[in-house]
């Protein structure tokens, strides 16, 4: 039986296939430092872990929840906005649990991008806004032009039904002010789009001044819906739990094909969401997520650092746990000579058709593995002829 025509024309994913490459080494006993996925390796910190038991013990835990999420829940998100933003919500009408951020931003498209519309989208970009969103719904991806901080430049193209937007970025790292979100919401709203804006990187960031919400701009919500995950904040990516908020009419068809798809996020599970969101007293982070932060940040600088003193250019990001590092050549050519070095990393070109002389690094290991990957890179040759830019 032919499979359809949305999906034989998707691109592989590509993280499917660093998995299976990854896999492969392993068999043939070679030890494998992997920076390729954007999946922590730090615990989620005690509290999210303590609330999950005890909400296992609870009554009716096992039964079914409901798509859009528990009440409770929620609540939680509509108190969270408002302590860290400043954003007033109504935990009815203007909020949606997800199963993870990454099934609410392709469930979007299904519910408001008809076949052949186009949808605007960064490249490079994380791959789920066109394939998962825009393909998946038959809809046209369209490639955002970007400027050197990997900002779309302004403003966008005429007819698109949606926009696709994620800073802090992956996997570019970039960041965007509150200003430029207000130059993004101008452009969106002069040309009739949809703004998605996908912030599930709002609170990794290094240093005292938080990324903001589009929610926050001075414009009206209408037209405007944002992502958010616990998955990297809290180290839950396991978890499966994250949230969109925004104008109630986008919220109403999200909901609308999520009640045709799933039956929610397990409720221990939001339990524990619900007691991770409530950490927040204040637009600063819990004293865990700042220390997970700092954690990070060393990290980094570790990485950039040994890349630097071995002659790439390596820039310092200001958050997420990505850097994006230009390479002399073909970025995918150097990640297939770092698997042979027992590294792996993502090439750009995962991201989009601008990656191509890039590859991605997340330093989502311990501070001895980052420090041995860089030994290893270091003592390359098939490595380090992509030194340079």
């Known amino acids: 039986m032919r499979i359809a025509s949305r999906v034989e024309n998707l691109p592989p994913y590509i993280f499917a296939d660093l998995e299976r490459m990854e896999e492969q080494k392993r068999r043939e006993g070679v030890d494998i430092i992997s920076l390729g996925i954007g999946d922590p390796d730090i615990r989620p910190p005690s509290f999210v872990i303590y609330a999950l038991i005890k909400a296992l013990d609870e009554e009716r835990s096992h039964q079914y929840s409901s798509s859009q999420g528990e009440r409770h829940f929620r609540e939680a998100v509509a108190k969270w906005y408002d302590v860290r933003f400043g954003v007033k919500l109504d935990p009815d009408r203007e909020i949606c649990a997800l199963i993870g ?34 393909l998946l719904s038959d809809g046209t991806p369209v490639r955002l032009e970007m400027d050197e901080n990997f900002l779309p430049k302004l403003p966008f193209h005429s007819g698109l039904k949606v926009v696709y937007l994620n800073y802090p970025n ?80 986008l919220i109403s068809g999200l909901k609308k ?20 969101l409530a950490k927040y007293t204040g637009r600063e982070r819990p004293q865990e997520l700042i220390r997970n932060a ?11 650092g040994g890349l630097v003193g071995a002659g790439f250019d390596a820039r310092m990001p200001r958050g997420t746990f990505y850097l994006w590092l230009r390479v002399r050549g073909n970025g995918a050519d150097m990640v297939r000579a770092m698997i042979d070095s027992g590294i792996v990393a993502t090439p750009g ?22 420090e041995e990957a860089v030994k290893r890179m270091s003592a390359s040759p098939a490595v380090m002829k992509f030194a340079g830019s």
């Open 101 to 134: 951020s990454k099934e609410g931003l392709a469930n979007f498209a299904r519910a408001f991008v008809d076949p052949g519309e186009k949808v605007g989208v960064p490249d490079p970009g994380y791959p789920v806004y066109s394939q998962g969103a825009a």
């Open 257 to 276: 094909v999520k009640s045709q798809i799933d039956s929610g996020i397990p409720k221990f599970i939001q339990a524990a969401g619900s007691a991770a």
């Open 294 to 304: 700092e954690e990070l940040e060393r990290r980094m600088k570790r990485l950039v």
């Open 349 to 370: 070109i995962a991201f989009g058709l601008r990656g191509s002389n890039y590859v991605r690094f997340a330093v989502t290991q311990p501070m001895e593995k980052v």
């Open 170 to 249: 992956n996997p570019t790292a970039a960041f965007a002010s509150l200003e430029d979100v207000n130059g993004f919401v101008d452009s969106a709203h002069a040309e009739g789009s949809i703004l998605c804006y996908d912030n599930a990187y709002s609170e990794q960031y290094f240093g005292v001044n938080p990324p903001p919400s589009v929610l926050q701009t001075k414009h009206s919500r209408e037209g405007l819906i944002e992502f958010h995950s616990l998955s990297k904040t809290f180290n839950m990516t396991g978890f499966r739990i994250g949230f969109a908020a925004g104008d109630a009419h």
